[in-house]
């Protein structure tokens, strides 16, 4: 049996909700994604896998800080260290859009190390591990630069484009499979859509239409033992009832609000041929709470958002809050009362009021040539929580007042 760590989407360099810390001088959120990614290394180092496979999107740019680079190249340098090849695939946020620049992995490929395999284009690699061959199938993020300026597609649009990237990767797939040796195991890992994963977060903007998109069944095909993928920020099996699995490992840390109820880790996968199985680990992944209170006018509103905020766990937390108020409602929250109870949060991202307007009623058909009295009825005959009587007894006394307006006059 071989055993190999999956995981993707590190993101390094995404610095929301967060403050620089004051012992490192690094941000505090770049320092979560060190972390949880770190954790993944530790638990691949303590069960000894053969290798470990990165499936795309190291960082949040093609162009990563110096402190980003330093940190990622730390966590994986564990690895060699530990004499665990490293397998990583080029994605979408690492793949430069112009032509003929580097992409952000790109360092790894000219390290004077053995051990570090990058995956830029579509290719097989033949893994020799300390407990046999592993066959890899490795299918990065597929650009369009390139196909957008040939001449055949000059003049194509953004769907023409999109489905011919999406009918050429199942053709490449298919193609490289039937070049496998049916004995060894063979591991699939792209960065790429699968028409039934599940968006959450920040990838959620890229809707199908944008993405080239593959359908499971041109995944999950002979000699295949396992399906590992990147892009998707949230751990789900894609073929839970067949064989082999198409797995989204997650991401390690959370990019997002959207993502906040996720758990957040990576998966240890057992490789054998036919009899294939993984685990996902949890990572200790940043807590994201948003509290939403719906305020009883009758009673407090800042004690209704505390009483809210006593039952979740503060500590630690990236905390967003809204309170929806009714209509006619003044808002009387207590906002230096709120903070003060989020003191012990990471980062309180916002206290948001929400208030839907009363909706205006549309006038009746009035105009200038009408009188008084007759505006005056077609204006309360607009409140349907006046009965006749009162609209009559209203018009008497406010035409008592009118003539009386009239004569001081």
């Not at 499971?216 to 099996?237: E, I």
């Amino acid at each position: 049996m071989i055993r190999f760590a999956h995981t993707a989407d590190t993101h390094f360099g995404v610095e929301n909700y967060g403050k620089i810390d004051a012992k490192t001088g690094i941000h505090s959120r770049l320092l979560d994604f060190n972390s949880a990614f770190s954790s993944s290394i530790d638990c691949a180092i303590e069960n000894n896998v053969d290798f470990f496979l990165f499936c795309g999107d190291a960082y949040k740019t093609t162009n990563p800080t110096p402190t980003q680079q330093k940190l990622f190249m730390q966590c994986l340098l564990r690895l060699y260290k530990a004499d665990i090849p490293v397998v990583l695939l080029v994605g979408n946020h690492d793949n430069p859009l112009s032509f003929g620049k580097a992409h952000a992995l790109d360092l790894f490929e000219h390290l004077p190390l053995d051990g570090f395999h990058i995956i830029c284009k579509p290719t097989t690699l033949i893994l020799n591990t300390k407990n046999g061959p592993v066959q890899i199938v490795g299918i990065p993020w597929p650009t369009r630069n390139t196909i957008a300026l040939s001449a055949v597609h000059f003049a194509k649009s953004n769907e023409e484009i999109t489905r011919y990237i999406s009918d050429a990767l199942g053709k490449i797939i298919q193609s490289h499979a039937q070049k496998l040796d049916p004995e060894i195991p063979a591991v699939l890992a792209g960065h790429l859509t699968v028409s039934t994963g599940v968006f959450s977060g920040s990838e959620r903007r890229a809707i199908y239409g944008n993405d080239p998109t593959l359908l499971p069944s041109q995944l999950a095909c002979k000699p295949f033992d396992y399906v590992a993928l990147g892009h998707l920020h949230r751990y789900q099996n894609l073929n839970t009832s067949g064989y082999p699995a198409i797995v989204y490992c997650g991401s390690p840390e959370r990019v997002d609000f959207g993502e906040r109820k996720e758990e957040k880790g990576f998966c240890l996968v057992d490789l054998k041929k036919n009899e294939t199985s993984h685990q996902f680990v949890a990572t200790p992944a940043r807590l994201f709470i948003q509290v939403e209170v719906h305020l009883k006018p009758e009673k407090n509103q800042t004690e209704q958002i505390l009483e809210a905020l006593a039952k979740e766990t503060i500590s630690g937390a990236v905390i967003k809050i809204k309170y929806y108020l009714e209509t006619s409602c003044k808002d009387l929250v207590d906002l230096q009362a709120v903070q003060q109870a989020c003191k012990k949060a990471h980062y309180l991202v916002g206290v948001i009021p929400v208030q839907e307007h009363a909706t205006r009623e549309r006038r009746s058909n009035l105009n200038v040539e009408m009188d008084f009295k007759t505006i005056l009825k077609a204006y309360l005959d607009t409140k349907p929580t006046l009965d006749e009587k009162k609209k009559t007894d209203l018009v008497e006394k406010a035409m008592l007042l009118f003539e009386q307006t009239k004569q001081d006059y």
